[in-house]
């Protein structure tokens, strides 16, 4: 049964990635992980504000501070990028390394153009095999339009990408106006996969409190839809490697993941519920599955049921939206 599958340029023995999160901040889950099989590694995010001391200036150099956009955009403050927290990281990845014989995947997060951009260099020295991006913006400031976060998000890929030589991902939010075409722009610039998606935190009202509260709960496997939809939608249509992520709990999601175009899945919740050896469990699921089915590998399966493979392309379309919903009983 053959499980590889390549991921941003990287050859990697199956498809599951461990996702950025508490499993990955850690030597010993992250040994566990791979003892129980999964092929790569995403470490714990390193976030802006870790890595710049003036990171409550974040606003400012994006769209405030009496500048406009194209300034503030353009403009790279001189930012002291040393500290414990950032040194500490960089040294998590050299002694991963040592240890390591899958690829280790540093998670970058970020969202302005200080100074955390040069640190991408430092995680290449460090040893990360590629880098993920994570950049989270919420644009709360209602004069701020799609256009600006867009450039927002570009600009700030394209200073990484100019700063390393490693793959670089990026992992999206589905929340875009056009989410197929922002993918489409990452890959051209030169991301070399897309993670789809982003699990925001939640925000929730503390009622004896009387405060907004921001939680973060496990996900379900009823989260899976947006990821199947848009890697359906994007298989072959971006140079960008797939990566499915939110949602995928069992052998059954990463085989709908891969059929619908992913390269590979990342696990998070499912992992730290059952423990890091479940994924010895589901790589056993998913071989048995396939042997059942008759299918030799990955490959044969990947896109099977992406939108320009299936029979059924109108479940990805509005087509069936009004179907749907007036046929609903209950
Ligand atoms: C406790 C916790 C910590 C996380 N930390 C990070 C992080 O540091 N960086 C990041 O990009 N994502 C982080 N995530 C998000 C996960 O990497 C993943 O995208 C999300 O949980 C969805 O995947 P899942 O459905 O398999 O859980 C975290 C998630 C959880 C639950």
Redesign the pocket.
């Known amino acids: 049964m053959k499980l590889e599958t390549t991921y941003m340029g990287l050859t990697l023995k199956n498809p599951i990635i461990a ?4 499993l ?2 850690s030597s010993d889950s992250i040994k566990r992980l791979e003892d129980a099989g999964v092929a790569a590694i ?1 470490l ?2 390193i ?1 802006e504000e870790q890595i710049n001391h003036e990171s409550h200036e974040i606003d400012h150099f994006l769209f405030k501070g009496g500048e406009s956009y194209a300034e503030a955009v353009g403009y790279f403050p001189d930012m002291e990028l040393s500290n414990l927290e950032s040194e500490h990281y960089l040294e998590e990845i050299n002694t991963l390394k040592s240890s390591l014989s899958i690829p280790l995947i540093a ?1 970058l ?1 970020g969202v302005s153009r200080g100074g955390w951009i040069e640190y991408a260099g430092k995680l290449q020295e460090a040893g990360a095999d590629g880098l ?1 991006l ?1 950049i ?1 913006y919420i644009p709360t400031d209602i004069e701020v339009d799609g256009s600006m976060v867009e450039k927002l998000y570009l600009e700030a890929l394209e200073a990484v990408l100019e700063t390393v030589s490693i793959p670089v991902s990026i ?1 999206m939010n589905a929340v875009f106006s056009s989410p197929a075409n922002m993918a489409k722009q990452f890959s051209d610039k030169g991301a070399k996969g897309l ?1 789809l ?3 925001p935190v939640q925000v929730d009202v503390d009622l004896e409190a009387l405060t907004a509260v921001q939680t ?5 496997a009823a ?2 839809s947006e990821s199947l939809r848009w890697s359906a939608i994007l298989y072959k249509k971006v140079a960008a490697s797939l990566c499915a ?5 069992t052998h059954e999601d990463i085989l709908k993941a891969i059929m619908s175009g992913a390269d590979t899945v ?7 519920k059952y423990g890091e050896s479940y994924v010895d469990r589901v790589l056993n699921d998913l071989s048995t599955w396939m042997e059942e089915k008759e299918y030799d590998s990955i490959a044969q399966m990947k896109g099977s049921i992406s939108l320009h493979h299936t029979a059924n392309p109108a479940a990805y379309e509005r087509a069936n939206y009004m179907r749907i919903l007036t046929e609903y009983r209950y």
């Open positions: 996702g950025a999160s508490p990955t901040a995403v714990h995010s976030f998670s997060n993920e994570n989270t992992k993670v998606f982003d699990r973060i709960r496990p996900s379900s989260e899976l992520s939110t949602g995928v709990h990342q696990m998070v919740s499912a992992l730290m």
